[in-house]
């Protein structure tokens, strides 16, 4: 059963970056799947922000696409989320996610990690 | 973007009750609607793909269905455990995969 785990800073500073990563535990990152970022603002619905295949294919939400960079890191078996120039309306809770390939919805997701922008 | 309306908002009802949440797409998605269950702590939970597929382990008290371009999620008998926030999610097309804006299910 694969479990994923969120991690990074829980504070970021306007106008800087916001840096995620998704542990992976129990089963491989270069398995046949997209990893996924999904978002969650205050008082507001679920967000999808992007996903990332072994094959090193991106996509993006376009609302955030100039901003953001999702990446697969193979030796450490996780996965990242790196959104720049960053403002209040990012803060949000960040979950990780992925979902096969194939079936067209996410099997398995993290427990979300909180992340506020402020100075 | 694919648009999913999803309605009500918030709901309050009394266990035992049948509790349904409905969710339109802007277009057509054929049976590519998912719903989840989301509660505060904890990781989002997959509950239905595929508009009628109750994911392995989902008590059969849950389930969904589909008119055109309109989906119904539906709980049989609402109980304790159940409290939480749902979500369809559209997984048809090119991305992005978008979401409803959830449903808040209270206990009356």
């Known amino acids: 059963q694969v479990q994923l785990q969120e991690s990074g800073p829980g504070l970021v500073k306007p106008s800087g970056t916001l840096s995620l990563t998704c542990a992976v535990c129990?089963?491989?990152?270069?398995?046949?799947?997209?990893w996924s970022w999904v978002r969650q603002s205050p008082g507001k619905g679920l967000e999808w922000i992007g996903e990332v295949h072994r094959s090193g294919t991106t996509n993006y939400n376009p609302s955030l696409k100039s901003r953001v960079t999702i990446s697969m890191d193979n030796s450490k078996n996780q996965f990242s989320l790196n959104l720049r120039s960053v403002t209040a309306a990012d803060t949000a809770l960040y979950y990780c996610?992925?979902?096969?390939?194939?079936?067209?919805?996410?099997?398995?997701w993290g427990q979300g990690t909180l992340v506020s922008v402020s100075s | 973007d694919i648009q999913m309306t999803q309605s009500p908002s918030s709901l309050s009802a009394s266990k035992g009750d049948r509790v349904t949440i409905t969710c339109q797409a802007s277009q057509d998605i054929d049976n590519y609607l998912n719903w989840y269950q989301v509660k505060p702590g904890k990781a989002p939970k997959l509950l239905i793909y595929g508009a009628f597929t109750l994911q392995t382990g989902v008590p059969s008290r849950f389930s969904g269905s589909r008119s055109g371009t309109d989906f119904t999620f539906t709980i049989s008998s609402l109980q304790p455990e159940d409290i939480a926030t749902y979500y369809c999610q559209q997984y048809a097309h090119s991305p992005p995969y978008t979401f409803g804006q959830g449903t808040k299910l209270e206990l009356k």
């Open positions: 129990g089963g491989s990152i270069t398995s046949d799947n997209w």
């Open positions: 996610a992925f979902a096969i390939s194939g079936q067209r919805y996410f099997d398995c």
